[in-house]
């Protein structure tokens, strides 16, 4: 087994074990933490695949910012694993049962797909500079609008996260 | 002039507008004017169209359209009236008897609040009947066949405030109805066999096509068909019952309905098909036996009866089955001549005791007369001419016109016309007896009605007058064979409808038979006398109660049909509809409630639920998307 | 590595991202357990980029974090509100879509 190889079922291990702590762990911070080391395995196979842009945004924008932010809600609510609540047995089973019949089914009908083989040495398509030079001339309406798309989450948190103020002082004059 | 032959229903579809529309507002008498003038117009242009066919410059039947009824594929029926002989004829016994009667019914219903509106019904009657008449074609014959319906059941519930009036309305038109039913089966016959409903091209192409594929059953049918609604029209048995119950109504309309113009319509229409029935002769053999059977049924009811207008009813009945009787044996042309005979005297009759019952303030009872020869001198002269007429005493029209039937009766089968006779010998009997105990005699009404007793006024007398008149006269144009050489009306006739003459019959038995028939009226007429001399009315027992019953007929359909009928209507009313429609129709919105209450569960509100349900759909449409659609 | 193993490992990390979601009755793990799904898919767009040497669908995985992130500011903002009502982040008490 060459290099590649071995690190393509070392990060698969590392991505499948930890996305199943994510879902197991009974303190919310361990999910977080889990999590967090799944992205990193999914950004070694972004790495492995040859899109190295990816895989750095995916470690900055995801593990960086999004799971702090979860961070902060979680001990913003002081949650722990004594004040977990769980699911019913028979619901848990049930919510297992359905993700594996899915799982199933989507592996029935991808099993006789026609693929075409990965090439391992190839193209630089990952490249910043090719990735930018798509995104910058096929893709620039999309990225445009994006940015909009930012400042209306950005508002809408704004909105949504502030305090009703109960101290507000009437417009008329007494 | 015979193309202007649209403007003789105009004239009172006119009349009944104006008088329909605003009958609140006209004051009585022009309401009186506006109708009775609307038919005098009427008359005249009938009488330029009569002369214009008797001349000699007419060559046959003119079929003037108004305009496409009904065009649809191959189905072509047009809006026509065809003039001929046969349908100007009936033109002006209907607008000429029905001025007369317009012009009685100025006075007789001159008290009453709706005679304007009265009026408007009239002529509308009047304008249904001239369809009927006139019609080109089946068609328009059953428009007009059903107009006449209406307005009888108009005008007999006339007084609508009394319950007993509209119930015998109804049922004057139910009854109507179930024989329309069979006029309608009828004519669907003819145009699936035929293809047309048009007079001329349906007789032609029966003449045409004699052995032509199809069956003589199919004659009998339609025949039988046919004939069913005229028994409803015309009042034969079995659904002649509403006749005597349609004597709630005015006696104008009496009159003019119920014996002049409207119970005739079965008459004209065999006539008008006797292409069709001569080729159906098991269909003529029934008409002539269920008009003998009525005849003979009817004057052995009319003999019990106590009401003036009821004993004119069943004598009306009985005569319009001897119409059906000479129908039977091919005498068409005879009984055209004795509607024309019978819708003299018999509106006669009818307005006599018009005039008799608004003498008595309203009384039909004649146990209650007796007497009013003296004070109604007029009335009592031409009632008599009329008892005479319709008694066949020689030299007066019905005379002719009966003596032409029984003889054709004689020729076709020596039993129908003893059995006629019978009937003839009740005739002379009841209607004499009607004669005798209303005008001779001592009276055996009140103080007050004693008082009351006047002649009616000109407008009642001056119709009863002329119509008198008639009935003397208009028997003229038919004189037998063996007078005169000539029958008027039989020639007139002969462009459009003649009898079918098989048998002849030798001069010598044409005198006996008519000797026989006038002996025996003369005797029926001397019997009347004798018995209601002294007049006695204890209440009746055996058979005589039956004949007062009218046979329990009544009784015996509402036993035999409307009870049934009832019971099963509440019982479908029990069953299928409470239970079934309505618990169908419940049951859905039932259900629909039941169904949202189950559903209503799946919102729970949890949103642990609703991605659980999320996932299975997403498992089913990977599933049915990669393995059932065909990718 | 042929194609398929990507795929395998793909739909591996998926499911249990719907197992997450479907066991979990804490509203922010099961957020969690969304952003685990979106980027199984990312991971199978970046394989399928390579397969076809394509770079439109790594600029797709490019704007699906870009919408992630929104999404999660604005989510995590209605969750951080509700909690001020009704101080618990349990999904079966957050049930207001009932009425």
């Not at chain 2, 015979?2 to 329909?20: C, R």
């Not at chain 2, 000699?56 to 047009?78: A, N, R, T």
Request: hydrophobic content about 55%; glycine content about 8%; overall charge positive.
């Amino acid at each position: 087994m060459g290099i590649y190889e071995i690190l393509f079922w070392l990060l698969t291990i590392m991505a499948i074990s930890s996305a199943l702590g994510v879902i197991l762990s009974r303190n919310p911070i361990s999910s977080v933490l889990f999590l967090i080391v799944t992205f990193f395995s999914i950004s070694g196979h972004y790495i492995l695949l040859n899109a190295q842009f990816l895989a750095v945004v995916n470690v900055i924008v995801y593990a960086g910012a999004i799971m702090v932010l979860f961070l902060f809600v979680i001990m913003l609510m002081n949650l722990n694993a004594d004040v977990e609540p769980q699911k019913g047995r028979l619901l848990q089973l049930a919510g297992v049962i359905a993700g594996g019949i899915l799982f199933l089914v989507v592996l029935a009908a991808l099993k006789s797909a026609t693929v075409l083989p990965l090439e391992k040495a190839s193209s630089d398509i990952g490249l910043i500079k090719n990735l930018g030079r798509t995104l910058f001339t096929q893709f620039v309406l999309p990225f445009e609008v994006s940015s909009v798309l930012f400042l209306s989450a950005m508002i809408g948190a704004i909105v949504i996260g502030k305090k009703e103020d109960t101290n507000t002082i009437p417009l008329k004059g007494k | 002039m015979s193309q202007l032959v649209y403007l003789v229903p105009l004239f009172p579809l006119i009349g009944f507008l104006i008088n329909g529309i605003g009958w609140r507002r006209i004051p009585k008498s022009l309401g009186g004017v506006i109708g009775s003038l609307a038919v005098f117009a009427s008359f005249c242009v009938s009488l330029g169209i009569f002369f214009e066919v008797k001349s000699d410059s007419f060559h046959g039947p003119v079929l003037v359209q108004l305009f496409e009824f009904i065009h649809s594929g191959k189905l072509f029926i047009p809006f026509s009236f065809q003039v001929d002989s046969l349908s100007s004829l009936f033109l002006l016994i209907i607008t000429g008897v029905g001025f007369l009667i317009h012009v009685y019914s100025t006075a007789y219903m001159h008290e009453d609040e709706g005679m304007v509106k009265y009026f408007a019904f009239l002529n509308l009657f009047v304008f249904s009947m001239l369809l009927l008449v006139l019609g080109g074609n089946y068609l328009v014959m059953f428009i007009g066949w059903e107009g006449v319906g209406l307005c009888s059941y108009l005008l007999i519930g006339f007084w609508f405030k009394n319950r007993d009036y509209t119930n015998a309305a109804k049922k004057a038109f139910i009854m109507n109805r179930i024989g329309d039913l069979g006029f309608l089966v009828g004519m669907l016959l003819i145009l699936f066999n035929y293809g047309t409903l048009s007079y001329q091209e349906f007789f032609g192409k029966l003449q045409g096509t004699q052995a032509a594929g199809i069956s003589s059953d199919t004659y009998n049918w339609i025949a039988i068909c046919l004939f069913i609604g005229a028994t409803g029209k015309s009042a034969q048995i079995p659904l002649y019952t509403w006749l005597p119950d349609a004597m709630a109504g005015p006696t104008p309309v009496s009159a003019l309905i119920h014996a002049a113009t409207m119970v005739t319509a079965g008459i004209y229409m065999i006539a008008r098909s006797h292409v069709l029935y001569t080729m159906a002769p098991m269909t003529l053999h029934i008409v002539a036996i269920i008009g003998l059977a009525t005849a003979l049924f009817a004057a052995t009811i009319a003999i019990k009866q106590y009401d003036i207008k009821k004993v004119l009813a069943y004598s009306t009945v009985s005569q319009l089955g001897f119409m059906f009787l000479a129908l039977g044996v091919g005498a068409y042309t005879t009984a055209v001549f004795h509607v024309m005979t019978h819708a003299f005297f018999k509106a006669l009759l009818f307005l006599g005791s018009g005039s008799v019952i608004h003498a008595m303030g309203g009384e039909q009872d004649i146990r209650k007369m007796g007497g009013l020869g003296k004070k109604l001198r007029t009335t009592q002269i031409t009632f008599l001419i009329g008892c005479l007429a319709i008694s066949g005493i020689p030299g007066l029209s019905g005379f002719f016109s009966k003596d032409e039937i029984l003889a054709a009766a004689y020729a076709h089968d020596p039993v129908l016309y003893y059995l006629a006779v019978v009937a003839a010998m009740m005739t002379a009997f009841y209607m004499f007896r009607l004669y005798f105990l209303t005008f001779t005699g001592g009276f055996r009404g009140t103080e007050d009605q004693a008082h009351h007793l006047h002649e009616s006024p000109t407008a009642m007398t001056i119709p009863l007058i002329v119509l008198a008149i008639l009935s003397v006269i208009g028997g003229y144009v038919g004189l037998p064979g063996v007078i005169s050489e000539h029958h008027a009306l039989g020639s007139f006739l002969s462009s459009s409808v003649t009898n079918i003459s098989e048998h002849h019959l030798e001069a010598s038995t044409e005198w006996m038979l008519m000797s026989v028939s006038v002996t025996v009226s003369v005797i029926m007429i001397i019997f009347a006398y004798s018995v209601n001399k002294k007049p006695d009315f204890k209440p009746a027992t055996g058979f005589a109660k039956v004949l007062e019953n009218k046979w329990y007929v009544d009784e015996l359909y509402d036993a035999v049909i409307v009870r049934p009928i009832q019971n099963l209507s509440a019982f479908m009313e029990r069953f299928a509809e409470r239970k079934g429609i309505d618990g169908l129709v419940n049951g859905v919105g039932r259900s629909v409630r039941w169904g949202s209450d189950r559903i209503r569960m799946l919102q729970t509100g949890q949103v642990g639920f609703y991605i659980f349900v999320m996932v299975l759909g997403m498992i089913a449409l990977f599933a049915v998307g990669f393995f059932w659609v065909k990718l | 590595m042929p194609v398929q193993y990507y795929i395998f490992l793909s739909m591996a990390l998926f499911c249990i991202g719907i197992m997450g979601t479907l066991i979990r009755r804490n509203a922010i793990i099961i957020f969690m357990c969304i952003e685990l799904m979106l980027n199984a898919v990312n991971l199978l767009m970046v394989a399928f980029s390579k397969m076809y040497a394509d770079s439109s669908a790594q600029v797709f995985v490019f704007f699906n974090m870009v919408v992630a992130a929104a999404e999660v500011s604005v989510g995590l903002a209605i969750i951080v509100m509700m909690y001020r009502k009704v101080h618990s982040v349990d999904i079966n008490i957050l049930n207001r879509l009932k009425h």
